[in-house]
């Protein structure tokens, strides 16, 4: 019989979400191509999404779930107007990272 | 039990996703990487027993958004693998390590710090219709189209306003046309 195995609290969950946020972080902070930045993006917002679902869990509110519903939603649009932005970069620089996008002309 | 081996395999997809989108140099492997995330942490909205919200992260994020990015990177073609010698800016990699180091350790400490604060409030929401196997979907739709149904409408019209944009963005202009591209 296996004695005092520790169920996972909310406080696993809230620490594995913050090591994912800076993950996302540092691979803003690392990565140069507007892609993978978006992705990393991505990463963070998730991170985020998985507190708030462990609180709304903890706290017995279901809030915090909709507030997730909506970040999903937002994430959505986000995704699809950043990449539009960066078909419409890469069209006509097609080997630009994101040094050398420093100058707002095109 | 089980819930102890769900979250550690939950939550060693989810870590290891996200090394692979830091660190591999090709963007369709990083893409893939984001996939192993957003199911990792599906599973964990599980484990929460947030279950429409699960659903909802595989359709939308690994379903929609991921299928876009490689639709992207197919497109423009830009699967070149990145120069990853390069440092832009002077020691910028080590800073960066540093910091997220400093963001993930203080987090932390923050949140072992207030453990004890933080209290549950039994009987409210979730947990009385944890029974039910649509409880958490009608929950949500009831806080949805009350009390949030104005932020929900709005919502709307953002998406609508994003999809005007993007084709204004990444279309081609036509003869005679002032090019608005970036």
Request: a neutral charge; glycine letters at 16%; proline letters at 5%.
């Given at each position: 019989m296996i004695a005092a195995v520790p169920t996972p609290t909310t406080t696993w969950y809230l620490i594995l979400s913050a090591v994912l946020f800076a993950l996302g972080m540092v691979g803003v902070m690392i990565r140069r191509n507007p892609l993978v930045l978006f992705m990393c993006i991505e990463l963070m917002l998730n991170a985020v999404n998985l507190t708030f679902v462990a609180f709304a869990q903890r706290l017995g509110d279901v809030g915090g779930q909709t507030t997730v519903f909506f970040v999903m939603v937002v994430a959505a649009a986000e995704v699809v107007v950043g990449l539009g932005i960066v078909v419409a970069i890469l069209r006509r620089r097609p080997s630009a990272t994101t040094d050398d996008l420093a100058e707002l002309k095109g | 039990m089980m819930e102890l081996i769900v979250f550690a395999a939950a939550a060693a997809m989810v870590l290891a996703g996200a090394l692979g989108v830091l660190f591999t140099r090709h963007p369709v492997h990083a893409a893939l990487s984001l996939i192993l995330t957003l199911f990792g942490i599906a599973v964990l909205f599980v484990a929460l027993e947030a279950n429409f919200l699960a659903a909802v992260q595989v359709i939308v994020?690994?379903?929609?958004i991921v299928v876009l990015f490689l639709f992207v990177i197919m497109l423009l073609g830009v699967d070149k693998v990145e120069a990853?010698?390069?440092?832009?800016?002077?020691?910028q990699r080590p800073i960066a390590a540093i910091v997220g180091l400093c963001t993930a350790g203080l987090v932390t400490v923050a949140i072992l710090a207030s453990?004890?604060?933080?209290t549950a409030r039994p009987g409210s929401g979730l947990t009385a219709d944890a029974?039910?196997?649509d409880g958490n979907i009608r929950l949500l739709a009831r806080d949805v189209f009350s009390d949030k149904v104005l932020a929900f409408e709005l919502t709307s019209v953002l998406l609508v306003i994003a999809v005007v944009g993007t084709v204004l963005l990444a279309r081609k202009p036509r003869k005679g046309e002032t090019e608005v591209t970036p």
């Open positions: - | 994020y690994a379903g929609a990853m010698g390069i440092d832009p800016v002077r020691l453990r004890g604060s933080l029974a039910d196997a």
